[in-house]
């Protein structure tokens, strides 16, 4: 992957961490508020997906989706669940970067017990 291509993707998982972070904020806002700024948040995702796909990069974070070796994702809590026999992502901490279907740099997530996960809607 050529240097280029590598501050994009840095940019794009750096873009994608302050999104979610605005995506916290904006619970703790009043309802008129936290409607206009969730709507703001979903179109400025939706714009960097369209840039990141005109790039061929894509932002992949697994969250519900069973934890193992099929997966390119390190788990920041994987010693708590050393045992566990079913494992699901719970939430993504860093999204995998994927550029031209190859993994460039592996998701950083947390995972819990697949019998504690309560489907998301």
Known sequence: MDNDVETWANLASDYWKLLRSCERVSESLPEGRSERFAA??????GRL???LAALEIEL??????PFG???PAVAINHEEFADADSLIVDKAIEPAIIYKGQVVHSARVAIKKADDHVPRD
């Open 40 to 45: 703001q948040l979903r179109f400025s995702s």
């Open 60 to 65: 992949a974070t697994f969250e519900g989706q």
């Open 69 to 71: 070796p099929q997966i």
């Open 49 to 51: 997906t369209q840039h």
